[in-house]
Each structure stands twice: as C-alpha cells, then as structure tokens.
C-alpha cells in the first residue's frame, strides 16, 4: 500500500468535506516518503563508511546519537528536547555506548534521577569518522553540481517551517 492511497480515502481534518488540493497532496506524500526514505538511507551509508574502516561494534544510530553530542556533556531527556535524537531507545543506547567505552556517565548533583553524559575519546573518534563522511557529502554535492549553497538553504528552510509546523500542531492538540 503506498502513501498516495490517502489521497482516495475519506477527507480528513480542516473542515467537514474539505479536501486538500489533490496536486499538493501528492507532492506534500511523496515529500514524507522522501524523508523518511532519506534518513534510512543515512543510517546505511553511515553503516558502509563503518564497515569501510572497520568500525563494527557501534551502529548508525549510536553514531548520529555521538556525532550529535560532541563536546557537550547533557542528559537523555536533553537530547530529546533538543532534537538531537528523536529515537524511542535513547536510554539503551545511552547504556550501550556507557558499557562500549564511547561514552562517560555520572549522575546529576541537583537531580540524583538524572544522567549527563559526554564523549570519551574513542567516542571523539567515531564523531570525527562521522564529521569526515558529512564533509566529503557535502564537497561531492556541490563539486558535482548536485546541489549548491541556494538550494541547500531552500531545503532547509522548507524543512524548518513544516518542522514548525508540526510542532504548532502537537500544542494545539493539548
């Protein structure tokens, strides 16, 4: 079944009836689509680059969670709120990257409950495999012609107001 099914089913949203314009529908599906697709794709070309040099006892998620951190020391729930990891596991893979040497723990002096952690080196290393990966990326896009300055801050943009947007959507909710 694919995204575009929706565009036959009953309206849903807005007012009673009411139906987004077919075109826009399409193009706003196949955009989710593409995102999702994007960040899967990602995780795979993290997981080469790994198996390139040799990295195999961390996954691509863990990865983005450490390049993500860098030199900052924060909690789990921090790295929720700011974006940085919107994953379900953040707490096991806190743990996991604690037990693999990747990362320091200790408990919070205000709040006991509390955890904030931060990169030890060999975390420092796997964020600079990672840094390396993103800049040779980001000279290929714009060395081959794939995309440049412009339309990266385009894309940006849109990508900041739907972010917005949805984020305007989940208040209104509550």
């Not at 919107?86 to 709040?111: A, F, P, T, W």
Request: with cysteine.
């Amino acid at each position: 079944m694919s995204v575009h099914s929706a565009l036959n089913g009953p309206a849903s949203g807005g007012k009673a009836g009411s139906r987004p314009d077919t075109g826009f529908m399409s193009s706003y599906l196949d955009s989710l689509a593409l995102v999702e697709r994007l960040h899967r794709l990602l995780l795979d070309v993290i997981k080469d680059e790994f198996e390139r040099v040799g990295v195999l006892d961390i996954n691509a998620v863990q990865a983005l969670l450490l390049f993500n951190i860098g030199d900052n020391e924060v909690t789990a729930g921090e790295l929720k709120s700011r974006g940085y990891y919107q994953g379900s596991n953040v707490s096991y893979n806190l743990k996991k990257l604690v037990e693999m040497g990747y990362m320091h723990h200790q408990r919070c002096e205000i709040d006991r409950r509390s955890v904030r952690v931060r990169l030890t080196e060999k975390g420092r290393q796997i964020r600079e495999i990672l840094a390396g990966l993103f800049a040779r990326h980001a000279e290929g896009l714009q060395s081959r012609g794939v995309l440049g300055t412009d339309g990266m801050d385009l894309i940006t943009s849109s990508l900041r107001r739907v972010e917005r947007y949805w984020t305007d959507q989940i208040r209104y909710i509550y």
